[in-house]
Every structure is written in structure tokens, then in C-alpha cells.
């Protein structure tokens, strides 16, 4: 049964920085391509980071260069950096298995809130 979990999120204000962290069971992770999703109120889930098995990354054009994604496959556990935090940041974050044309492959865990206040 897959598990994806993250945690790390909270109320920061903008321009300070959060730490995301996803632990990821029940599929063989280092085979993975992995991203961080969110979901802002009354919208759909957007890509915003993505990671290859051996480290490949790439990112939305609205967090270049704030957020950095990270992995570590001896520990099934992934890594969003999020600094220069802006409100338009705020949402809920979740990670997933990323499949063809980015479609998360699996069930959505709770996700972790983030909320930068201006």
C-alpha cells in the first residue's frame, strides 16, 4: 500500500522560509520521479517541483529560484526548501509520484498546510 506523508508546514511571514518533507512507502522510490504539488483554495493542484531518480530537477516559473527539491532514496524521503516566501505561496502542499505528462500517479496523502502572511 503506498504512503506518501508530509509534514513541515506552518504560518510564516513573507519573505522567511519553510522546510517540506515527504516520506514516501510502499513503492520502490529510487525508481520514482517524484514533485511537489499544491493546491490553493478554490484551485486545482499545480506542479511546482519535480525530481528525477538521480537528482534531475526542474521547477514552476513562479518558484524559480526560491524553492529547491531535494531527495534522499536510501531514506524514501523527499525535501522542498521554500525561501523569499510570498502570499501567493499559501496552500496546501502534497507530494506524489510523478507519471506521464506529470499526472501524480497515487492516492493524495493529508498534504501540509502553508500559509505566508503579507
Known amino acids: 500500500q503506498v504512503q506518501l506523508v508530509e509534514s513541515g508546514g506552518g504560518l510564516v511571514q513573507a519573505g522567511g522560509s519553510l522546510r517540506l518533507s515527504c516520506a514516501a512507502s510502499g513503492i520502490i522510490f529510487r525508481l520514482n520521479v517524484m514533485g511537489w504539488y499544491r493546491q490553493a483554495p478554490g484551485r486545482q493542484h499545480e506542479l511546482v517541483a519535480a525530481?528525477?531518480?538521480?537528482?534531475?530537477?526542474n521547477y514552476a516559473d513562479s518558484v524559480k529560484g526560491r524553492f529547491t527539491i531535494s531527495r534522499d532514496n536510501a531514506k524514501n524521503l523527499m525535501y522542498l526548501q521554500m525561501n523569499s516566501l510570498k502570499p501567493e505561496d499559501t496552500a496546501v502542499y502534497y507530494c506524489?509520484?510523478?507519471?506521464?505528462?506529470?499526472?501524480?500517479?497515487?492516492?493524495w496523502g493529508q498534504g501540509t498546510q502553508v500559509t505566508v502572511s503579507s
Open positions: 506524489n509520484a510523478q507519471g506521464y505528462a506529470s499526472v501524480p500517479l497515487y492516492n
Open positions: 525530481i528525477s531518480g538521480g537528482g534531475s530537477t
